[in-house]
Every structure is written in structure tokens, then in C-alpha cells.
């Protein structure tokens, strides 16, 4: 097992012993729980672009202090959400998959990261209960993902990302997954920041109110473009599938006119950068024609891995289509029967079809589900994707509330992104990206639990 997850499990289990004993002799100390989860909560929100490791302590801080807060208020019920039904039913099967599994070690790594980021899930909707309290969330994602996006700009300029095969990894120290949380962040801010998206009764805003909002908009309009930069020195394919839709998709929300606006300046942005790049170029054709990427690196195509990792994972969910082989296992799995059970895939090193792939996991998340947990985690995780979409859908076209507007296109552009990442980079177990869009979606069920008043209720 992994060393760092035994021990945040092991803390995880003292720690709520402990203060389970102390919120069952003091409930009066509820008080003290609730402000201590708050502010592991905020650790998430602060670290999260920046230092995975304390992002990653927040949570569990969170998670212990929401148990202990719900003993000593005598409350053991889980918070209603709206996600409850497909959410605990795939983590209930992830958790059944340690019996059946290929590979106990790598099920408990896995399965035990996806089991605690549903308990953090759950911690923020029962702990963000005001208005405040998700805006100062809000609030500190949106100043660490600038720190990120301004560090992953210059590391970017100074690894020559744009002219050369270097990939920026920004401040969490990963290729893969900072650019998709830097789509994170040009969502929020595009929605909570850019967009206006008040009631058709509500007025215009006074003078005194335009200038600042005309100063923030040129300060996140730089950002936006910082960002999209730093998606592009990343090479990051999966990002793109996700922040191209969730942009329009804003932009709709908003008005037709900002949609063809956004549509065209997204055009004319790629055919500058397709101009400059060959690299960029390369790994974006390269999906539709794996050759361009092969030929202009002089590589092995990685898409033609992806593509036999993907059939790979089909060839595993076809042998075990019921239970799969136990969360996390397919790597041990593929590791112990890739020469004899799954597809080939051509080296265009070597002119023969053999092995040689650069990973072990199906690199798509849909596959993977279905290879380990098998078609009904298949069924709950689909279902549970499209209840992110509906109901915050359902809540921006039927509340006049500005607030809750937001917070809907947020999960909305969120949850496009989360999709796309998950045909390539992410899965349930992935500390940088599944965890966040958990958080966005956490904040979405605990703002359509507000009355509409909530933004003035007191912290």
C-alpha cells in the first residue's frame, strides 16, 4: 500500500476517534468542530493549484472535524444534495471491489482516495451553509489559480514551451493536471467574475460600481489570456476537449451574440498559435491523424498508445463486465497478461506490432471505470454526470437569484471540463482534478440549499 495513504488513513481513523469521544462528552465544542473544518476547507481551496500535499491535508482536516461536528450536534444524517443515489451507490461498489479484486495494494490506494473525496464532498455541502461562506471559497481559489496561472505563464516562457517538445507543469509539478485546473479557473472566473448574469428585472449598475468592475475586468481579462496560454505551452489535449465547450456554453448562457463572439476569437487564437507551434499543432491534428504526431517528432504516436490502452481496458471490462478487477487493479492486471490477452499496437521504431506503451491504465476514465468496477459503477458514475449538468442547468434558468447563477454556470463549465479530462488525463481516484470539480460540485448543492437571501446571511 501506499505509504502516504496509509498514513492519511491511520491519521484519518485516530483523529476522528478521538474527537468522536471528545464531541460525545462536549457537545459544546460543536462550535470549535465546524470553524476547524471551515478552515480545512480553505486549506483545499488555497493549496489545491499550488501544493497538492496541503491542499490534500485540508481535506482530510475537513473531513475529521465535519464527523466530529455532527456527533457533538447529535445529527448523524448525511447532507442532502441531490447527488446522494449515484454518488453512494459507485462509492459502495468501489468499496465491494476490494473483495473480488486483482490487486488488494493498488484497490486500497485508489479505492481509498475516491471513499475520502466523497466524505470531503459531503463535509463542504454541511459546512458551506451561508452565502459567505462559498463566495470566501470562491475568493480563494480564485487568488491561488491566479498565482498558478501567472507562475505557469513565465515557466512556460522560460522552458521555451511554445517552440519545443517542454511541457509547463506549474506549481503543483504536473503536466497533466495543471492545465485542467487552469480551465477550472478560467471558468470561474469567466462566470463569477466576467459574466453578468442578474435577472432581467434588476438595474443597471451605478457609476460608482463600473469603474472597479471595468479595472477587474482588464485584471481577469489578463489572466484569461495568461491562461489560455499556459494551456497551450502545456500541450494539453484533454484540456482543450474540456474548456472549448464549457466556454461556449457560458457564452450561450449569457447571449447568442457572446457565443459567436467567443466562437470566432477561439478560432482566430488556435489558426495564430497552429501558425507559430509545430508541437501544439502536432498533438492537437495528432487526435484526428496520429501520423502528423509521429512524423513532425519523429516519435512513436502516443495516440496510437492511448488508442491500444483504451482497447486494452475494452478487452478486460468484456472479461469481467459485471465486477471488473477491483478498483485501481488494471494496471497489475495489464502489467501480468499484456502478451498474451490484449490488442497490439504498431512501433513505428521497430515496423512490428508489439509493446510499447508508456503507461499501464487506460488513460480514459470511462474505460477504466468499466474495466475495474464494471458496467453498474459504469451506470451509477454516468448518472451522477448528468445530475452535474441538469440540476445546475434547472437552477440557472429558474432562479432570479445572481448568486445562485453563478454558482450553476460555474458547475456547469466545471463539470464540461471534468468530462473531457476524464476521456484522457483524469479518473475517480486523481488528487488534482476529481477532488476540485467534488469541490465546485459541493459548493453547487450547498448554494441551491440557500433561500435566495443567502449571499446576506452572516458568515
Known amino acids: 500500500m501506499n505509504l ?25 465544542l460543536s462550535g470549535f468542530f465546524e470553524k476547524a473544518g471551515l478552515f480545512g476547507i480553505f486549506l483545499f481551496a488555497l493549496f489545491i493549484p499550488v501544493k ?17 461536528y455532527k456527533i457533538a450536534k447529535r445529527d448523524i444524517s448525511v447532507p442532502k444534495t441531490g447527488f446522494n443515489a449515484p454518488l453512494l451507490i459507485y462509492t459502495a461498489i468501489v468499496i465491494a471491489s476490494f473483495v473480488w479484486t486483482y490487486s488488494i495494494r493498488n484497490s486500497f490506494n485508489e ?23 462559498i463566495n470566501f471559497m470562491v475568493y480563494t481559489f480564485t487568488f491561488a489559480i491566479c498565482i498558478a496561472i501567472i507562475y505557469g505563464f513565465f515557466q512556460g516562457i522560460f522552458i521555451n514551451a511554445l517552440h519545443s517538445s517542454n511541457r509547463l507543469t506549474g506549481l503543483i ?5 495543471f492545465p485542467v ?32 468592475n471595468a479595472l477587474s475586468g482588464a485584471f481577469f481579462g489578463i489572466i484569461l489570456l495568461l491562461g489560455f496560454f499556459d494551456i497551450v505551452f502545456a500541450k494539453a489535449r484533454s484540456a482543450w476537449l474540456g474548456i472549448i465547450p464549457a466556454i461556449f456554453v457560458l457564452m450561450y448562457l449569457k447571449s447568442k451574440k457572446l457565443f459567436f463572439a467567443a466562437l470566432v476569437l477561439l478560432f482566430v487564437l488556435n489558426i495564430g498559435i497552429f501558425s507559430v507551434s509545430k508541437t501544439f499543432k502536432s498533438r492537437i491534428f495528432s487526435m484526428f491523424n496520429p501520423k502528423i504526431y509521429r512524423l513532425e517528432l519523429k516519435n512513436h504516436g502516443d495516440i496510437e498508445s492511448h488508442i491500444a490502452l483504451i482497447e486494452s481496458a475494452w478487452t478486460v471490462f468484456k472479461r469481467y463486465p459485471l465486477t471488473g478487477v477491483g478498483v485501481g487493479a488494471f494496471s497489475k492486471y495489464f502489467d501480468e497478461h499484456k502478451g498474451v490477452r ?8 521497430t515496423g512490428k506490432k508489439l509493446y510499447d506503451l508508456y503507461d499501464n491504465w487506460p488513460e480514459n476514465g470511462y474505460m477504466q471505470t468499466l474495466a475495474e468496477t464494471g458496467i453498474f459503477s459504469f451506470i451509477a458514475l ?48 486523481n488528487n488534482e482534478l ?16 440557500l433561500p435566495d437571501v443567502g449571499l446576506k446571511e452572516k458568515i
Open 4 to 28: 502516504l495513504l496509509l498514513v492519511k488513513i491511520l491519521f484519518i481513523i485516530l483523529s476522528t476517534v478521538v474527537l468522536i469521544a471528545l464531541a460525545v462528552k462536549k457537545p459544546e
Open 52 to 68: 497538492d500535499g496541503f491542499a490534500i491535508f485540508g481535506m482530510v482536516t475537513a473531513v475529521i472535524f465535519f464527523i466530529a
Open 111 to 133: 479505492g481509498g482516495e475516491i471513499v475520502y473525496f466523497v466524505l470531503f464532498f459531503f463535509a463542504a455541502v454541511g459546512l458551506l451553509n451561508t452565502g459567505k461562506r
Open 173 to 177: 509539478g504536473n503536466w497533466v493536471g
Open 181 to 212: 485546473q487552469v480551465s477550472y479557473g478560467l471558468i470561474v472566473i469567466i462566470a463569477y467574475y466576467l459574466l453578468n448574469f442578474k435577472s432581467r428585472d434588476e438595474k443597471s449598475a451605478s457609476l460608482n460600481k463600473i469603474i472597479p
Open 342 to 349: 490484449f490488442p497490439w499496437y504498431y512501433n513505428p521504431k
Open 382 to 429: 454516468i448518472w451522477l454526470f448528468f445530475l452535474a449538468l441538469k440540476k445546475p442547468y434547472n437552477l440557472f434558468a429558474g432562479s432570479g437569484d445572481k448568486f445562485k447563477r453563478k454558482i450553476a454556470a460555474i458547475t456547469l463549465g466545471t463539470s464540461i471540463i471534468f468530462y473531457g479530462s476524464f476521456a484522457g488525463v483524469a479518473n475517480m481516484s
Open 434 to 449: 476529481t477532488n476540485l470539480w467534488l469541490f465546485f460540485l459541493a459548493l453547487f448543492a450547498a448554494a441551491n440549499s
